[in-house]
């Protein structure tokens, strides 16, 4: 089985006459590479314009001697935040034909493996491609299972807005995992009987294309687990916020419960009739009375707040 990484007449046409096997995978092809091939295969001319229009849903489209199959991997874009890869996937009983804008370190290093050792049966070749594609979600989770779970420690330590916008990016990210990978799933259970009826492919590798299904599975359910543990980050998120606003609002209740009494006591004093404060004729019986009313009257509030658990730190 060949590998081409490039749109190459002459190749194609040779292994064409000598009825080869052959994987085809371009990355970045131009409306004219895709013109070419479609003409050289005699694909349909819905074929072609699905091959030119990217960010589509995954599906699997059956023409026959021939299938179309949009199918996503994920990998690490270049700002370190996980992203998706669309790969348009051309099979039949003579080729594989794999698409894809950009760059995808999973199928080149499955060109190498394929170089360095016979592929087998032309449905193990296919196998291989679907299968590196949904293998290439399980990092991305791991790593997202790894920001999850820091972000849960760092949310008890000491919460932040920064959080809380980490929570929103990562639970709009694991929505579009899902909107992909849930479709993708019920098309592997599809696909398997698809390809495998498809003229020229051995049917001895359909527990293979099982396999793909059981990961995608996987896939789903973990994605799933991993959108309840952010909700439980935002839960975890708001609760601390909460109860740090509740201590906040505890003291400060403490704080205007003791200057109450006080307020009282010098507005009702600070009256101006006479015979409210005649008796008070010396600086003795000012502290005493004066001062010693106030100062007794927060001493009666400190007891009693001490008493009833409000001052303690889990109160």
Known sequence: MQVLEALDESRLDELTHQDEFFWLDIAGPTDEQIDALADRFGWHKLVREDLKEFEQRPKIDNYGDYMLLVFYGAHFGADGDPALTE??????????????????????????RFQQRPAGSEQFVVYRVLDTLTDSFFPVLERLDETIDQLEDDIVQHPTDEQLQRIFRT????????????????????????????????????????????????????????????????????????????????????????????????????????WLVKNISSFWVFLVFGLGSLAVSCAILLWYFRRAGFMSSDG
């Open 171 to 274: 639970k709009r990210l694991l929505v579009t995992l899902r909107r992909v990978v849930t479709p993708q799933r019920d098309l592997a259970a599809r696909a398997i009987e698809d390809i495998k009826d498809l003229p020229g492919l051995d049917p001895d590798q359909t527990n293979y294309f099982r396999d793909i299904y059981d990961h995608l599975i996987r896939v789903s359910d973990t994605i799933d687990s991993y959108r309840d543990l952010v909700s439980g980050a935002m839960d975890a998120y708001l609760s601390t916020v909460s109860n740090r606003m509740n201590v906040v609002m505890k003291q400060l209740t403490i704080i205007a419960t003791i200057f109450l009494p006080l307020t009282f006591l010098t507005g009702f004093f600070g009256q101006n009739f006479g």
């Open 87 to 112: 790969v348009h996937i051309i099979v039949s009983g003579s080729y594989i034909v794999t698409l894809r804008h950009k760059g995808c370190d999973e199928l080149e290093h499955l060109h190498a």
